[in-house]
Each structure stands twice: as structure tokens, then as C-alpha cells.
């Protein structure tokens, strides 16, 4: 979720609760998520460490008793950060550490425990991932050096999509590049896209096998086709910049936009590069900001820009979910869930209707009511399929995955 969510979750009941935890841990390249959940997944203590590296760096937290402590770290980078946030923590007797981790390539399709082969495998993805692999990395090693007896684990966020068929997940180039270069598609979100997925088949009704759209649609947005729980199909790629419009990424756009900036405008690379990871999406229509909030309002009050912004995203959404429905033997149903999928009732509406021939009928007092946390179901019950609405909760399926692969309960 994004730094303006709320970052404390006071489902601290009493440190009783909080009986073998597991540390999760999500280092970015400015930025450390943390959060140390119980092994029956009921209680948690969350907290984040921001701005590293600059003179704001500092890490905001949560005790157990719901205290809310702000720590300065300035020009703190991750090692001291990481410091801190392990002291701060010491006290609950962690038994394991989840990481997670942006980018396995082809090696991983499910979560390992960490050894030096491990360690220098992430390290070596950083070639498919720059700005977050090495961040993960750190993350592992701070950990190795205070921790040395406590198992670590990295998940990774394209793991869950390696079950992608070959025709999903190859690009139609030469075959070379993909032997020799490993360029394919890989997917991300995979944490996101197998919690949702997961609880849809354990909320609904229907019986049988379950074939779900996930749309996760935040800062970041991705959909995926997820069948009996295995992932046929996603929208992001070789980068998280495939598929769909995002909040400052383009998604999607004609290959040969990169040669004809360079050629029209003298662009190198880097800059056009930039340009469509930064510059675009609901950022690059609206003029105005990143954050569908600030988008609505102004599309409320008139702007043109805004409107087309909100407009362009919601119908690149339903034209991937439609695309995407092809991958799947049957569509039960479609999950909604980040910042935008769990809270914008208008955003959720506009893309079904872009998907009109689908026979898809919804509640619409129902989809208004499914904000803020809330989690159900929306579809009338002439729809075609269902309709749900699933807060993502990947530090859980972390930690939950980082039992699993370390043979705990
Ligand atoms: P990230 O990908 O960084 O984790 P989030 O999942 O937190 O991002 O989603 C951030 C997006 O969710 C922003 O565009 C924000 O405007 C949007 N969002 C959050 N709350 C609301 C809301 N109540 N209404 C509309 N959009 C919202």
C-alpha cells in the first residue's frame, strides 16, 4: 500500500497474541515495510522506515500497546534503519524473517530459504530488476549480520506466475533472446494476485474449480487470470511497466515509441525510459498527480484532462480484463483489491461497464458500500459471474509462505 495509507494496524491485542512471529520484511529503494505477525495471522505490529538516505529519513512505529513512536535516522540508509527497526523488535523473539523480494527470473516459482546461492541469485537479478532487487538484498544481509541462527526466506513477487503456460508468458521475438537472455514475460504482484485469488475461492459459494480475474489496481496495477490457483496469465511483463495504465507507469504502449522519440526528438533511451516508469499513466494525462483521489475530485469539478485520465484508465482496465478472460477454461469470477480496486466504487463501476457484453449485472448500493477495508461481494444474481472486493494483505501471504517453506505451521 502506498506511504499515505494508514501505516499502523491496531490489531494489537496484547503481546499474549502475538506467539511465534514472523517478520516480514519489504525493502525498496528509499523504504522499509516491516511487519511482525503472528503465527495464527491474528495480531501484528507494522511500521515503516522512510525517505532513507536523506536528511527526513525516519522510521514511524507502532509498540504493541498501540504507542506511536517516531524515530529520526537522518541520512540514515537501510543497514542503520534496519538496526533500529530489529531492536525495536528483539523483544517479540522472532522466529523467522520474510523477505520480500521483486524479481526470482525463471529459477523460482515459490519461496526458498535463504543461503548464499539464494542470496547471490538476487543479487544477480538485479539485471531485471535495478532499483529493487539490491534493496532486497541489503534487507537480507542486515539480517544475516545481527540474526545469524534465524532462518530467512525470500518471496518473490514473480514466483506466483511461473506457472504461466509458454504462450503466455513468451514475447513473440527470436527464440535466442529468450534461451540465451532469459527475456520473457515474468509478471508481478504475485503475493497480491495469490492472496485475493485464494480467499475469493474460500468466500464463494460456487463449487468447483474457480477462474478469477484479479485487478490490482494501485500506484502499481496489474491483472492476472488465476485458475484453481495457479496463474495462467498476467498483465505486466519482462518489467512491471507491461499492461496496464498506472499511477506515473504508461503500461502498454507501441514498441517503436522508444526509436521515434530518439529519432524526432533526440531522446536517449534512459530519458524515454523514465518518461513512461515516471512521467505517464494517470500522472501523464491529468497533469496533475499520481493519486486517483486528487484526479477525481478535479474530474469532479470540471477538468477535462482528469476526466479523460480516469476515462482512459478504466477502459484499458476492462479491455485487459476481457483480453484476459481468454486465458481462463472458466470465469467465475473478478477480485478487485489495492488502494484504487478496494476504495473507488465509481472506478470499479465504470470498468464493468466497459465490459458490457459480458452479461455482468452488479448491486450498485452494494459496490458503493465495499470501501475502507470492507470485504464482500457485489453481483446480482442474474450476473454472469461474481463480483468481489478482497483488501490485499501481502505481508500476511508472506509471512504465511515463509512458514511454508521453512516447515512450520
Ligand atoms: P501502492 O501500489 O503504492 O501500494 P496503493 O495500493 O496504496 O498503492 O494504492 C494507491 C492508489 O489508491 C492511489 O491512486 C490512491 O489515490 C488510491 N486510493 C486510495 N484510497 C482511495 C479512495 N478512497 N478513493 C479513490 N482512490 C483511492
Same mark, same amino acid.
Given at each position: 500500500?502506498?506511504?499515505?495509507?494508514?501505516?499502523?494496524?491496531?490489531?494489537?491485542?496484547?503481546?499474549?497474541?502475538?506467539?511465534?512471529? $514472523?517478520?516480514?520484511?519489504?525493502?525498496?529503494?528509499?523504504?522499509?515495510?516491516?511487519?511482525?505477525?503472528?503465527?495464527?495471522?491474528?495480531?501484528?505490529?507494522?511500521?515503516?522506515?522512510?525517505? %532513507?538516505?536523506?536528511?527526513?529519513?525516519?522510521?514511524?512505529?507502532?509498540?504493541?500497546?498501540?504507542?506511536?513512536?517516531? &524515530?529520526?535516522?537522518?541520512?540514515?540508509? *537501510?543497514?542503520?534503519?534496519?538496526?533500529?527497526?530489529?531492536?525495536?523488535?528483539?523483544?517479540?523473539?522472532?522466529?523467522?524473517?520474510?523477505?520480500?523480494?521483486?524479481?526470482? =527470473?525463471?529459477?523460482?516459482?515459490? +519461496?526458498?530459504?535463504?543461503?548464499?546461492?539464494?542470496?547471490?541469485?538476487?543479487?544477480?537479478?538485479?539485471?531485471?530488476?535495478?532499483?529493487?532487487?539490491?534493496?532486497?538484498?541489503?534487507?537480507?544481509?542486515?539480517?544475516?549480520? &545481527?540474526?545469524?541462527?534465524?532462518?530467512?526466506?525470500?518471496?518473490?513477487?514473480?514466483?506466483?506466475?511461473?506457472?504461466?503456460?509458454?504462450?503466455?508468458?513468451?514475447?513473440?521475438?527470436?527464440?535466442?533472446?529468450?534461451?540465451?537472455?532469459?527475456?520473457?514475460?515474468?509478471?508481478?504482484?504475485? $503475493?497480491?494476485? +495469490?492472496?485475493?485469488?485464494?480467499?475469493?475461492?474460500?468466500?464463494?459459494?460456487?463449487?468447483?474449480?474457480? !477462474?478469477?480475474? $484479479?485487478? *490490482?489496481?494501485?500506484?502499481?496495477?496489474?491483472?492476472?487470470?488465476?485458475?484453481? =490457483?495457479?496463474? %495462467?496469465?498476467?498483465?505486466?511483463?519482462?518489467?512491471?511497466?507491461?499492461?496496464?495504465?498506472?499511477?506515473?507507469?504508461? !503500461?502498454?504502449? /507501441?514498441?517503436?515509441?522508444?526509436? *521515434?522519440?530518439?529519432?524526432?526528438?533526440?531522446?536517449?533511451?534512459?530519458?524515454? /525510459?523514465?518518461?513512461?516508469?515516471?512521467?505517464?499513466?494517470?500522472? =501523464?494525462?491529468? !497533469?496533475?498527480?499520481?493519486?486517483?483521489?486528487?484526479?477525481?475530485?478535479?474530474?469532479?469539478?470540471?477538468?477535462?484532462?482528469?476526466? %479523460?485520465?480516469?476515462?482512459?484508465?478504466?477502459?484499458?482496465?476492462?479491455?485487459?480484463?476481457?483480453?484476459?478472460?481468454?486465458?481462463?477454461?472458466?470465469?467465475?469470477?473478478?477480485?478487485?483489491?489495492?488502494?484504487?480496486?478496494?476504495?473507488?466504487? $465509481?472506478?470499479?463501476?465504470?470498468?464493468?461497464?466497459?465490459?458490457?457484453?459480458?452479461?455482468?449485472?452488479?448491486?450498485?448500493?452494494?459496490?458503493?458500500?465495499?470501501?475502507?477495508?470492507?470485504?464482500?461481494?457485489?453481483?446480482?444474481?442474474?450476473?454472469? &459471474?461474481?463480483?468481489?472486493?478482497?483488501?490485499?494483505?501481502?505481508?500476511?501471504?508472506?509471512?504465511?509462505?515463509?512458514?511454508? +517453506?521453512?516447515?512450520?505451521?
Amino acid at each position: 500500500m502506498s506511504d499515505s495509507t494508514p501505516i499502523f494496524n491496531d490489531r494489537n491485542t496484547g503481546r499474549s497474541k502475538l506467539i511465534n512471529p $514472523t517478520l516480514v520484511l519489504n525493502c525498496g529503494s528509499s523504504s522499509i515495510k516491516y511487519a511482525l505477525i503472528s503465527e495464527d495471522e491474528s495480531t501484528r505490529i507494522t511500521g515503516l522506515a522512510e525517505n %532513507l538516505g536523506l536528511d527526513t529519513a525516519r522510521i514511524k512505529h507502532t509498540t504493541l500497546n498501540g504507542e506511536k513512536l517516531e &524515530i529520526t535516522i537522518p541520512g540514515g540508509r *537501510h543497514e542503520l534503519a534496519l538496526q533500529k527497526i530489529l531492536a525495536l523488535l528483539e523483544q517479540y523473539h522472532f522466529i523467522a524473517v520474510g523477505h520480500r523480494v521483486v524479481h526470482g =527470473g525463471r529459477e523460482y516459482s515459490k +519461496a526458498v530459504r535463504v543461503d548464499q546461492h539464494v542470496l547471490d541469485e538476487v543479487k544477480r537479478l538485479k539485471i531485471l530488476a535495478p532499483l529493487h532487487n539490491p534493496a532486497n538484498a541489503l534487507g537480507i544481509e542486515a539480517v544475516e549480520a &545481527i540474526y545469524p541462527d534465524i532462518p530467512q526466506v525470500v518471496v518473490f513477487d514473480t514466483a506466483f506466475h511461473q506457472t504461466m503456460p509458454p504462450v503466455a508468458y513468451r514475447y513473440p521475438i527470436p527464440k535466442a533472446l529468450y534461451e540465451e537472455e532469459k527475456i520473457r514475460r515474468y509478471g508481478f504482484h504475485g $503475493t497480491s494476485h +495469490a492472496y485475493v485469488s485464494e480467499r475469493a475461492s474460500t468466500l464463494t459459494d460456487t463449487k468447483g474449480p474457480h !477462474g478469477w480475474l $484479479t485487478a *490490482h489496481l494501485g500506484n502499481g496495477c496489474s491483472a492476472s487470470a488465476v485458475y484453481n =490457483g495457479e496463474s %495462467l496469465d498476467t498483465s505486466m511483463g519482462l518489467t512491471p511497466l507491461e499492461g496496464l495504465m498506472m499511477g506515473t507507469r504508461s !503500461g502498454d504502449v /507501441d514498441p517503436s515509441l522508444h526509436i *521515434h522519440l530518439k529519432r524526432k526528438l533526440g531522446m536517449s533511451l534512459e530519458e524515454v /525510459d523514465t518518461m513512461l516508469n515516471s512521467e505517464s499513466g494517470l500522472l =501523464g494525462i491529468s !497533469g496533475l498527480s499520481n493519486d486517483l483521489r486528487t484526479i477525481e475530485q478535479a474530474a469532479n469539478e470540471g477538468h477535462k484532462d482528469a476526466q %479523460l485520465a480516469i476515462e482512459m484508465f478504466c477502459y484499458r482496465v476492462g479491455k485487459y480484463l476481457a483480453s484476459l478472460s481468454c486465458a481462463l477454461p472458466d470465469f467465475t469470477g473478478i477480485v478487485f483489491t489495492g488502494g484504487i480496486g478496494e476504495n473507488s466504487s $465509481t472506478t470499479r463501476a465504470r470498468i464493468l461497464d466497459v465490459m458490457r457484453h459480458f452479461g455482468i449485472n452488479f448491486d450498485a448500493d452494494k459496490n458503493d458500500e465495499l470501501v475502507g477495508g470492507a470485504e464482500g461481494n457485489f453481483q446480482e444474481q442474474d450476473s454472469s &459471474i461474481e463480483l468481489w472486493v478482497v483488501p490485499t494483505d501481502e505481508e500476511c501471504q508472506i509471512a504465511k509462505e515463509t512458514r511454508q +517453506a521453512l516447515g512450520l505451521k
